[in-house]
């Protein structure tokens, strides 16, 4: 491969007498496909052949790669000499990366939509670059909704959707808590990693610099070199809300998830019971929960309720109410009863009641102080 794209180099440099500019679009797609279906080891000899035409070739003016990920760990790109990375982290073309504010408004002027200016901008607005008074929108949303005139998630690509859901899920407790509190609104420090190591992707370094470049996350750096990380904007929120949703789909849940929240919604006990412990039998593992459950738990509870949002629930995660904090409160349209989540862990529990019990007693016990301390905090 790399001779064949060599001598095409050559054979252009003949022709035109002149040095030959490579450019190559989407370069992580390929190392990214061969990851999630298994033959990353098998397809890195082919891919550093194939970006061999780049190195130590006379007829190479300069070459040009563009994609989402920056993976030169991966090996394939390490023979390349001189490589200079542009992206938001960098002031170079941090403006080019997406549609300003200005650039927006000549735009929605143009086809009769000025007053819809707010709405556009909590939607898709917020993503941070190198240049602090520059925000960027997503131009590919933007552009979906001026021809479609209607706010809705236009930016979704499944491939790489269902490859970070499977990193989330397989991720630690501590990173399930982080993607919580980001869900929520919060901003939270993180580190990024500049390149993408896809034999690494159990860190949690790696899982933040995944979704930072992949667009799921956006912030500023701070002084300890970490990333001030928020979700960019609501439509990022709503597509990084389903991923959990879409791996309990993609492992065969899919009619045990919707009987599950249609439970949920109506109170039936005993669906809830049977269809949580099916789940967590078959797709939670003991070192998911090891260290801190009740917010692991949490965290999962809290990714397959949001998107009830598109159905005009309102979701509240340990917000003031009452006395307290319940721990996840879901706000019912047209004047339908309310619904409070209160996780109870056992082992927290006996230790508060100091006695030794069996597991059932345990169960009602747990039960019986969560429902009591919503009765007694006023939730």
């Known amino acids: 491969v790399s001779t064949q794209s060599t001598g095409l180099t050559r054979l252009l440099h003949r022709y035109h007498n002149k040095r030959v500019i490579v450019i190559v679009d989407e370069y992580d797609v390929p190392v990214n496909e061969a990851y999630i279906h298994g033959y990353y080891n098998k397809a890195l000899p082919f891919l550093t052949a194939t970006f ?5 070739n006379p007829f190479l003016e300069k070459g040009l790669l563009t994609g989402v990920l920056r993976v030169a760990k991966s090996g394939y790109l390490s023979g390349l000499n001189n490589l200079c990375v542009y992206s938001l982290l960098d002031v170079s073309y941090a ?12 735009a929605l002027e143009y086809e009769g939509l000025t007053d819809k200016m707010d709405d556009v901008k909590s939607y898709y607005n917020g993503y941070n670059t190198a240049i602090p008074s520059v925000l960027l929108y997503n131009p590919w949303s933007i552009l979906k909704y001026l021809a479609y005139k209607k706010l809705e998630p236009y930016w979704t690509e499944t491939g790489k959707i269902d490859f970070i859901a499977n990193a989330i899920w397989s991720a630690p407790t501590t990173v399930h808590k982080t993607i919580r509190l980001l869900l929520e609104g919060e901003t939270v420090p993180v580190l990024v990693e500049t390149d993408i190591n896809f034999k690494q992707l159990d860190s949690p370094e790696a899982l933040w610099s995944l979704l930072y470049f992949s667009g799921y996350l956006t912030g500023k750096m701070n002084d300890r070199k970490e990333l001030e990380a928020r979700i960019p904007n609501t439509e990022v929120n709503e597509q990084l809300s389903t991923m959990l949703k879409r791996e309990i789909e993609a492992k065969g849940f899919s009619v045990q998830y919707s009987e599950l929240i249609s439970a949920l919604l109506s109170g039936n006990q005993q669906i809830v019971e049977t269809h949580l412990r099916t789940l967590a039998r078959e797709l939670f593992s003991c070192h998911d929960v090891a260290r801190t459950p009740e917010a692991w738990y949490h965290a999962f509870m809290l990714s397959f309720i949001y998107p009830l949002k598109n159905q005009g629930y309102r979701i509240k995660s340990n917000t003031e109410a009452g006395l307290g904090r319940p721990d996840i409160v879901i706000h019912a349209p047209d004047g339908k009863p309310d619904i409070i989540v209160e996780l109870k862990t056992i082992t927290d529990h006996k230790k508060k009641q100091k006695v030794e019990s069996d597991d059932d007693d345990d169960l009602c016990s747990c039960a019986k102080a969560g429902l009591e301390q919503i009765i007694e905090k006023d939730y």
């Open 52 to 56: 061999g035409v780049l190195k130590d």
């Open 95 to 106: 403006t080019m990366y997406g549609v300003q504010q200005q650039e927006l408004k000549e």
